[in-house]
């Protein structure tokens, strides 16, 4: 047995987290893209098959009161809450990720303006250059919709493009390419000191490492659940407004679900209290209560538990890679200082997509990212240091 191989033997024997690994439902395959969709808590099922057979298939118009389908979207926003450093009473669940940030993005231009002059003064918004693509269509949406001129740059540089004719800002926490985490707390303070909201995506970091959106002052932040949280495909996402913006979060898309009185079928509208407002039309229940159960596997968990974890098992794989690799062979995109790293590692590396097809077939699961970029997502609450070293292992096989 190899020294790495025995390392990593002893590391998952002292491993805190290691009996969560029990909770999912896990094969043979290492199971790496954790960071596109995570794994099945093994008690979904169960708790799918109750929903349908008893409150839909026996209770049926009953269970929107008698089973609590109404108040999903926030009952789950305030079990989600702790794992991003939120109060309760500021998350609300539903709808897409995509559809959130333009609730978001929207709102926050919105607030940003003067109630008496709202076409004039601010008029820029500002959008991280390094986006995933999505929220880059929904900000030139929203710049369009709202009279505002885009300016996209790299999140270092944000500080130097803001002034007071910023309306808001749109950035991602972590780089979805590579993992590199972004400045929360000092681009939050940057927009602040402006006179600008700012809107978090949290994709890639909630339920990997700690958030602190109330810590941070946070305004607005968005995020889906299937990835480190385990959802499900397709899960629900999470809209959060930070409490004192509540009474000024104007959604651009009302809906029946978000009105005061939403069984008074009135033709004016009028917003609910609070982070319902972010609600718009019927929950989708089956996955919203899948979401749900899937967060039974947090019970017990701390957040810092599962950063340290995903520090230590992403610094494991790259010490592997490097002892195993070929030198030359791939080229680490991963920031080695930890104040900069999420919870994957990417590696650059020609004929990437051939790669992790062959890796793939040999049961290591990881995608890729045009043009030449390995993707590796580390879930602390499943993926053990004996996972990590024989990916690295049959990378180099891969490789030779």
Not at 54 to 59: F, T, V, Y
Not at 252 to 275: C, I, T, V, Y
Not at 299 to 312: E, F, M, N, Q, T
Request: hydrophobic content about 45%.
């Amino acid at each position: 047995m190899s020294d790495l191989r025995a390392e990593a033997e002893a590391l998952d024997g002292k491993d805190e987290l290691a009996a969560k690994r029990e909770e999912f439902v896990l094969d043979e395959t290492v199971y790496l893209d954790g960071n596109s969709l995570g794994a099945l808590p093994a008690n979904v099922p169960r708790r799918l098959a109750e929903v349908m057979t008893h409150e839909w298939g026996e209770l049926r118009i009953r269970s929107w009161s008698e089973s609590g389908w109404w108040t999903a979207p926030e009952r789950i926003g305030d079990r989600i809450a702790p794992l991003v450093g939120a109060a309760p009473g500021q998350i609300v669940v539903g709808d897409s990720t995509s559809v959130n940030v333009f609730k978001a993005l929207v709102a926050a231009v919105r607030i940003a303006r003067d109630p008496g002059n709202p076409s004039g003064g601010r008029d820029e918004i500002v959008v991280d250059a390094t986006t995933f693509p999505t929220d880059g269509y929904i900000a030139e949406s929203a710049a369009r919709l709202t009279g505002c001129r885009l300016i996209p740059v790299a999140p270092g540089d944000v500080p130097g493009v803001l002034g007071d004719r910023t309306a808001a800002v749109l950035l991602n926490h972590a780089d979805y390419r590579t993992g590199r985490l972004h400045d929360l707390p000092g681009l939050t303070a940057a927009v602040h000191a402006a006179g600008a909201p700012v809107v978090w995506d949290l994709c890639h970091t909630a339920g990997a490492l700690p958030v602190g959106l109330d810590e941070h002052g946070v305004d607005l932040a968005v995020g889906c659940t299937y990835k480190y949280l385990n959802g499900g495909p397709g899960s629900p996402a999470y809209l959060y407004v930070r409490e004192a913006l509540q009474p000024r979060f104007d959604s651009p898309l009302p809906g029946w679900n978000s009105h005061a009185e939403p069984f008074g079928m009135r033709a004016e509208f009028e917003a609910a209290d609070g982070a319902l407002r972010g609600r718009v039309g019927t929950p989708d229940i089956l996955s919203m209560l899948a979401l749900e159960a899937s967060l039974d596997a947090w019970d017990g968990v701390s957040i810092d538990a599962v950063r340290a974890k995903s520090l230590a098992l992403t610094d494991f794989f790259l010490r592997c890679v490097g002892a195993y690799v070929p030198t030359g062979r791939v080229e680490s995109l991963t920031p080695a200082a930890h104040a900069e790293r999420g919870s994957q590692v990417a590696l650059r590396c020609e004929g990437a997509g051939d790669v992790m097809r062959r890796l793939i077939e040999q049961g290591v699961v990881g995608d890729f990212r045009a043009p030449d970029v390995l993707r590796f997502g580390f879930t602390p609450l499943y993926v053990s240091f004996g996972d990590a070293e024989r990916a690295a292992r049959i990378l180099a096989r891969t490789l030779a």
